[in-house]
């Protein structure tokens, strides 16, 4: 039944349904011509070093690769979401699907722990720093949040590694495939690291949608109503102020997951991230489309979720955009 | 009474004027920096002639000292013209990509508004699809593409990077550069010279976007800090400036590989690439901040 509200629903909705749509098609046709772009392919991967032309010819033939850019784009697309993405070019020409089945979770669990970490801490830190605004409190939070926002991971990752690992020797100081602690300790730095940007980007924020949010009169009135102050901050200012939070906590896990690609470099960790970077390194196409394909298309998928989200959560959006 | 000055105040911010003394510093290492290096080490190396950034002067792994200020590297070749020749690199890549950046967007920006319908709404729908995308990620897949190809790019070994970088640098000021044109074109004094004749060109070029200079060059900064930030990160993944040459992402990679029994070597190229990062950063916002008081900062 369509009453009015859900029509009011679905227009936002729609809309930013089209755009993640455009997105994806974006990220695609970029990905399928950085393949076209390059020279060799499947088949003279498969001919080898010594088939003459007419060879690789015949097997590029019979793998359709002749054919028009347009037909052979949406084979790549139909391919690609069934998660056949060929084979790689390069060693025992793994199937890049099983590749990716190998890694991505992994950087997906890495990403997740991080991001609940960061969202949890920032959202509590940056409470804390609005309620005790202008003290030292506060103080310390925003100078440690501008370093984490400024500092990059890669110059954080060495210092916190000689601290902990290597000075106290309580962490691991990269990841190895005989496990001698349980995993947990060999994620503990990946994810802190990980959450260290994030973090601070959501405790700013928190922080300054809450001072925004106690200035407002339905605060005064609360207050003068005698309402408790740990129910006046959680309750009525921080699920006013939460909602642009929600927001870049989305955009900020999508950027984790392209940020996995310097933590995992940095603790080898046999990630989706490191895959694609050593894919790079030795010019396997196939590989190099899936990681890009993959993290892009998670990223575009996330923030089309929050972007749907918001409006659901919050009626003053759903008002705003008709 | 005391006459009323006239002449506008200068940014009064002292991170601002910390963040400028440190370029002005940093911009100075770079060009001379392997230069006097040069010069100071040459009677000791065994290399005729010598050269700072490629050359080893000394045992590897030397930790400070008065002759090496930040010790040498694996390879024994003195950390400090390296630290400088990376500065080079840096302020280099980082020019380039932003005065491409600066082009693109402000013309991307101004086509966004006065351009016909059709050809603005498809330039900022491309626009939009970019920056809606990490950037690192469209990067790394052009350089991906640059190896594969192992296409020879004129223009030097910085040029895949500068290529990625340029590429994905420019939405976020076309994107400004289109809101901000957007409301000034309806402002009283556009108006008026359209009135006497003006054409849309003089208007946009003498008029629009002048006004746009001061927070355009505040952006920049804090854009280049970006994009050194950028060219260290695909360094430091092996995949940015190529050895031998010295990029500060390459030295902590490098120094990363050691640090077990050499953890100082991490220090300088670490301090010097966080502190860069910084004074950009101040500048820019002590920039935006004098030019848009109304703005706070991000």
Redesign the interface.
């Known amino acids: 039944m369509l009453n009015s509200a859900s029509v009011r629903l679905a227009k936002p909705i729609l809309l930013r349904l089209t ?1 993640g749509v ?2 994806l098609f ?2 695609s046709l ?2 399928f011509f ?1 393949a076209a ?4 392919d499947a088949a003279t991967a498969i001919a080898g070093d010594k088939a003459t032309p007419e060879t690789v010819a015949r097997i590029r033939h019979e793998m359709g690769l002749d054919r028009p850019w347009p037909i052979r784009y949406v084979k790549f697309v139909v391919d690609a979401g069934h998660g056949d993405f060929g084979k790689s070019y390069f060693g025992t020409r793994e199937d890049v699907g099983s590749v990716v089945r190998r890694t991505l979770p992994l950087t997906v669990k890495t990403a997740t722990l991080a991001i609940i970490i960061a969202s949890f801490v920032g959202i509590l830190l940056g409470t804390l720093a609005a309620v005790y605004q202008h003290r030292v409190a506060d103080r310390s939070v925003l100078v440690f949040s501008t370093l984490g926002v ?3 991971n ?2 954080l ?3 916190l ?2 601290v902990f690992s ?1 000075r106290l020797g309580w962490l691991p ?1 990269i990841w190895t495939t005989d496990m001698t602690a349980s995993e947990f300790y060999y994620l503990v730095l990946p994810v802190l690291l990980l959450a260290s940007r994030p973090m601070a980007l959501i405790t700013r924020l928190t922080r300054a949608m809450m001072i925004d949010t106690f200035q407002q009169e339905f605060i005064r009135t609360a207050t003068a109503k005698g309402v408790p102050r740990g129910r006046l901050i959680f309750r009525h200012a921080l699920r006013n102020a939460i909602l642009p939070v929600i927001t870049t906590i989305g955009t900020s896990f ?2 984790l997951l ?1 940020g996995s ?2 933590i995992e ?2 603790f080898v960790m046999p990630g989706l991230g490191s895959t ?2 050593e ?3 030795k ?1 396997d ?1 196939p590989v ?1 489309q899936a990681g ?1 394909l993959i ?2 298309a998670m ?2 998928m996330l ?1 089309l979720l929050v972007d749907i989200l918001l409006p659901i959560l919050d009626p003053r959006i759903r008002e705003s955009q008709i | 009474m005391k006459p009323v000055s006239k002449r506008r105040k200068g940014p009064r911010d002292p991170l601002l004027w910390f963040g400028a003394v440190f370029m002005v510093f940093l911009v100075f290492l770079a060009m001379f920096g392997p230069t006097v290096r040069e010069k100071q080490l040459s009677s000791i190396s065994k290399h005729q002639p010598y050269t700072s950034v490629y050359d080893d002067i000394a045992d590897p792994f030397q930790s400070r000292s008065a002759t090496f200020p930040f010790g040498t590297d694996s390879q024994g070749r003195d950390n400090l013209a390296r630290i400088a020749a990376g500065a080079r690199i840096s302020l280099t890549v980082g020019l380039i990509v932003e005065i491409i950046a600066l082009v693109v967007g402000v013309t991307v920006g101004v086509l966004g508004v006065f351009a016909p319908r059709w050809i603005a709404s498809a330039v900022m729908r491309l626009t939009d699809a970019m920056f809606a995308f990490p950037d690192i990620l469209l990067a790394i897949l052009i350089i991906g593409i640059i190896q594969t190809s192992k296409a020879q790019i004129p223009g030097g070994k910085l040029a895949p990077v500068i290529a990625a970088l340029g590429v994905t640098s420019w939405p976020s000021i076309a994107r400004l550069v289109r809101a901000q044109v957007a409301t000034l074109k309806d402002r009283e004094f556009v108006v008026a010279a359209k009135a006497t004749g003006a054409s849309t060109f003089y208007n946009v070029t003498r008029h629009i976007l002048p006004q746009l200079a001061g927070i355009l060059l505040a952006i920049a900064m804090i854009d280049i800090a970006g994009t050194i930030l950028a060219e260290s990160t695909l360094s430091f993944l092996g995949i940015g400036v190529q050895a031998p040459e010295p990029s500060w992402g390459s030295m902590i990679n490098n120094a990363r590989e050691n640090m077990n029994s050499y953890p100082a070597q991490l220090i300088a190229p670490c301090l010097f690439l966080s502190l860069t990062c910084f004074a950009l950063n101040f500048v820019g916002d002590g920039l935006r901040s004098y030019f848009d008081p109304k703005s706070t900062s991000r």
């Open positions: 755009f455009l997105s974006f990220i970029v990905t950085a772009l390059t020279p060799g400024t500092i990059p890669f110059v990752a060495p210092l590694v000689y290597m100081l999508g950027f392209t690609f310097v470099r940095y694609t970077i894919a790079i390194q010019g196409m190099i890009i993290t892009g990223f575009i923030n």
